[in-house]
């Protein structure tokens, strides 16, 4: 074993290959989040407290639900992503493999009933 390069010791280990590719989607959906996040607390923050019938018609308009909605998607989608990353750095084996299946499951199954609710809401 101390005859072995550094080279040698890192070959099989493998490498992750997307590193980067994930590294920008997080950049991305964190600006796209930024820029969101004040719209949805002012059209959210403006109908806070009103009646379901208030709340309805407000939301039958394109902006509030479109905004509402990008920020469902977007915002469970940084979730997803950083929460992978969060278990590939200290869950290993097949731990690893069921937790982010079950954790994507369930960010997108959530993105899905909050934009249903929304456009439920809207039409």
Known sequence: MAFLTDRKRAVGMGAAKSG???????????????ILIPFFVFTFGGILGSSFEEVQAYYARP?????????????????NDGFQVLIEDYVHGIWEKILILGMTCISYGAAA???????????
């Open 113 to 123: 009933v909050g934009i249903f609710a929304i456009a439920k809401m809207a039409l």
């Open 63 to 79: 902006f509030p639900a479109i905004i509402a909605a990008l920020t469902l998607i977007v915002g469970f989608k940084h979730f």
């Open 20 to 34: 980067t590719e994930h590294f920008w989607a997080m950049k991305k959906s964190s600006v796209a989040l930024l």
